[in-house]
Structure formats: C-alpha cells, structure tokens
C-alpha cells in the first residue's frame, strides 16, 4: 500500500521550504504519496491550522500521516509531538495546533536533533518524523509519551437570551467568513449580525440572493458562514478572524 502524507503549513508557495520538507521525505519513502492541504494559513495562525486540520484529516485513509508545521514558536523551547488516533498519525510542534484530534490520542514527543536548524523544524524535525512514521515505524520509537500535550481552545460560542453569540474563525479564498457556530446550534433560518452591521438572512446557498449581496448559509464544514455573491465578505464587511457573530433566530 502507498504511504499517504498530508501537507499543511503556513509557508506559501513563493519559497523552497515545502519542496525541500517534500525532498526530506522522498528521500526516506520513495514511495510516498504527498497531499498539499494548503500552504497558505496566514502566518503563526494556529487557530487557521486547527480548522483546516479538523476538517480535513479523518477525509483520508487509515494510515495516513498528517504534517502540520504552523511554528510561530520554532527555535523555542517548545516541544516537537507525533501523536496516533484512529488509524491516523500527526507530526506537528507543540503549541496546540493538533488540538482537534489530541482527545483520545497518543502522544509522544521527538527529539530535536543537535544539528537541526532552529528556524527549521520543518525540514529537520517534523519531515523526518513524518517519514518514518509513513514508512511503518512505531509511535513509541520516536521518543517519550507525552501526557500534557498543549491544548488552545477560544472560549466556545455561547448563548445571550435567544441569540447564539460566536466568532469568525477562518477567512477563505474567497473572503467567506467561516464562524465557530455549528448548524446544530440554530435552526436554519433567521438572521445573522456580523461585526456590528446590518442584520443577513440565512439562506440555504449563495444562489439564493443577487450578486454583490451577503448571504448567511450552513457551511460544508459543519459551522455557518458568511460570504458575499461573486465578491468578498470580508473585504465588503471589513472584518476578519476573531470578529464576533451573532446568529438569531427567526
């Protein structure tokens, strides 16, 4: 069976540095399959990371390894961290950007070699343990079991009367706003204040209203978003990661 990585960092693509991770790991499993998730969290966004990780890491195979390296600490006395859940494996650094698969993991901690570059983990420390993770080696190989492994949580969405009150917690490509509101929490129609402005229905798809108008709508994530028709809504709002959200209902 063909090992499967995944990629996802905050490196873009303009320099050498996921090419030179991607060499490290050919370099031990020939073999492998390397999937881009993206290289475009903005950067040290480890709240950016979490979500893209969250929703897409249990979309692969048994098996896969996961390389996550958003490192605003890199050089630090952080720690480096591999962990194993449910048939998948992650290799990231310790500063809680594995925090949406860290319950009911196993944890270990890798050491940093003596001639790793302390502004490059991800070449030296975070590849390598990818690859042998990818090549069949053991988690407990790696080094010692972690049981405090760092876990960074904004406060969840709450409730104030009948409004549930949240935050925008990733702005995509596109300038959708992407909130910490599940669908689970409102009931599909009704309206959303993003930021101070004014209220937006909840529809069901960016079809449902004129081009240039905002929309509110349950997104594939499982969280509900707000986006603009054919533009960007957080150009158009002037809003960003951490605004608050208020969804009403109807």
């Not at 950016?48 to 048994?62: I, K, M, S």
């Not at 698969?101 to 570059?117: M, N, R, T």
């Not at 009948?162 to 669908?183: A, E, K, N, Q, W």
Request: with cysteine; net charge negative; aromatic share 6%.
């Amino acid at each position: 069976m063909t090992p499967t990585i995944t990629l996802l960092t905050d490196f873009g693509l303009q320099d050498s540095y996921v090419a030179e991770m991607k060499g490290v790991i050919l370099g031990v499993v020939p073999s492998a399959a390397l999937i881009d998730v993206t290289h475009t969290v903005p950067p040290g966004d480890i709240l950016a990371g979490q979500y893209l990780l969250g929703r897409t890491w249990h979309r692969f195979p048994r098996g896969t390894v996961h390389l996550v390296v958003v490192d605003p600490g890199v050089g630090t006395s952080r720690r480096a961290i591999a962990a194993t859940r449910d048939g998948h494996a992650f290799v990231a650094p310790d500063n809680g950007v594995l925090t949406p698969i860290l319950d009911g993991a196993d944890v270990a901690e890798i050491p940093v070699p003596a001639d790793a570059s302390p502004t490059f983990h991800g070449r030296d420390v975070f590849a390598p343990a990818a690859a042998r993770l990818a090549a069949g080696v053991e988690l407990a190989t790696l080094g010692g079991q972690v049981s405090d492994a760092v876990v960074f949580t904004p406060p969840p969405p709450g409730r104030d009367g009948r409004d549930v009150v949240g935050r925008v917690v990733y702005v995509d490509r596109f300038g959708t706003l992407v909130t910490d509101i599940s669908t689970a929490l409102f009931e599909g129609s009704g309206e959303v204040v993003v930021g101070g402005e004014a209220p937006i229905t909840i529809r069901r798809t960016f079809a449902d209203v004129e081009p240039g108008m905002l929309v509110a709508f349950p997104g594939s994530g499982g969280t509900l978003e707000i986006a603009a028709r054919d533009r960007s809504a957080a150009l158009q709002l002037g809003v960003g990661a951490g605004t608050v959200v208020r969804c009403r209902p109807r």
